[in-house]
């Protein structure tokens, strides 16, 4: 689990946070079974009623337009929600044209930094490889 603060996020912004990663599961057309994975934990972490939880989830079949899903994240929300949408991008291991443009459009309306998207994918793929280290430990723990 990533420390951060979504659930402390106002309901209205949680619920924003959570249709933009729906819109990313869907930019490349394809929804694997590791994003949906990804997907899952996260909107864990948002805390939604069920009724909220079932919207994002239809939002995956006919997700919104990235402007609507912008429209309702404050600055905190909105930098959570590029993290989670870069992780997303990963999830399926490579992150292609459609998604990249999609992950700087938010970092403009976010006016964040030029290099955000560099410097989150460089990030993910540090943690991705400490994830296979932990996993390599745990291979070795029984010998």
Known sequence: M???TVHKLPREERYAYARLLAFMARVDNELTVDE????EQRLGTALLSPNQRQMIRSALKTPPTLE???SGLGPEA???ALRDA???AAADGTVDEDERDV???IVE?????DDSVERLLNWTVKGTMW???GYDLLNTLAE
């Not at 949906?36 to 997907?39: D, K, L, P, Q, T």
Request: glycine share 4%; net charge negative.
């Open 103 to 105: 992950l700087q459009t």
């Open 68 to 70: 609507e899903c912008l």
């Open 36 to 39: 949906m994975a990804m997907f």
């Open 86 to 88: 870069t992780l997303m």
């Open 2 to 4: 990533l420390p951060d």
């Open 131 to 133: 994830m296979q280290e």
């Open 109 to 113: 309306h976010l006016e964040l930094a």
């Open 78 to 80: 909105g930098r959570l």
